[in-house]
């Protein structure tokens, strides 16, 4: 398997551009989930998804943050308007059971707002 | 108060010493726990879970949970400096009907030859 897989790897865009980050989680695995990594916050939970229905989006930050997962095999974050205080590592992870015994996280995408 | 704490560190030991990491959690009724090691520039990779009351050996790595002084600690024995990296603690959380997976900030480890 590939793992789940991210992109871009890196994403450099200016001040109130419309950022998409992508994910395709292993198949099979039931539970999606969106981080946000910062030196000051550590590894945040954004929101997750189970069986492509988001079940806690708590962790959202604001209105310009969404996120989609139209099918079992893909899942979007959507930053609009992008700030320069949303420049983090953002990860996609997947689980196959709610117990997170297989919880593995993509390589992430390095998101600078400039 | 945060879910699950750890110290910052940086946490520097001497190659061929044991590491000791720690971590507190807040939730009273988690049920699963993990260590996760995460390199710099890299995403976190698993490399222990614990379930129960006690220890559990893999390797040169010892996982301890005590339920009730809501406490995990990670052992990392005949450390390496390739062992340098930042360790996350991660706990199972219940709430709104759904378990999710807090992480802490992590402990930065350092292994110096």
């Known amino acids: 398997d590939a793992g789940v897989i991210q992109s871009p790897r890196h994403e450099v865009t200016e001040m109130g551009q419309e950022v998409t980050l992508r994910c395709k989680p292993i198949?099979?695995?039931?539970?999606l989930f969106w981080y946000r990594q910062t030196m000051m916050r550590g590894l945040e939970l954004l929101i997750y998804f189970n069986n492509n229905v988001p079940i806690d989006d708590s962790g959202m930050p604001e209105d310009r943050f969404s996120a989609k997962m139209p099918n079992a095999s893909f899942s979007t974050l959507k930053i609009q308007p992008s700030e320069p205080r949303d420049s983090a590592v953002y990860f996609c992870?997947?689980?196959?059971?709610?117990?997170?015994?297989?919880?593995?996280f993509g390589s992430g995408t390095r998101l600078t707002v400039v | 108060q945060k879910e699950v704490e750890q110290n910052s560190g940086p946490l520097s030991v001497p190659e061929g010493a044991i590491a000791s990491l720690n971590c507190t959690y807040s939730?009273?009724?988690?049920?699963?726990f993990f260590w996760y090691r995460q390199y710099s520039g890299k995403s976190p990779e698993l490399i222990m879970s614990?379930?129960?009351?006690g220890d559990k050996e893999d390797g040169r790595f010892t996982a301890q949970l005590n339920k009730a002084s809501q406490y995990v600690s990670l052992l990392i024995r005949d450390s390496q400096p390739s062992d340098s990296a930042t360790y996350l603690c991660a706990v199972t959380s219940f709430s709104g009907g759904y378990n999710k997976l807090i992480f802490g900030a992590g402990t930065r480890l350092a292994v110096h030859p």
């Open positions: 992870a997947s689980s196959p059971d709610r117990a997170f015994s297989g919880y593995t």
């Open positions: 614990i379930y129960s009351n």
């Open positions: 198949s099979g695995h039931d539970y």
């Open positions: 939730d009273r009724v988690s049920q699963s």
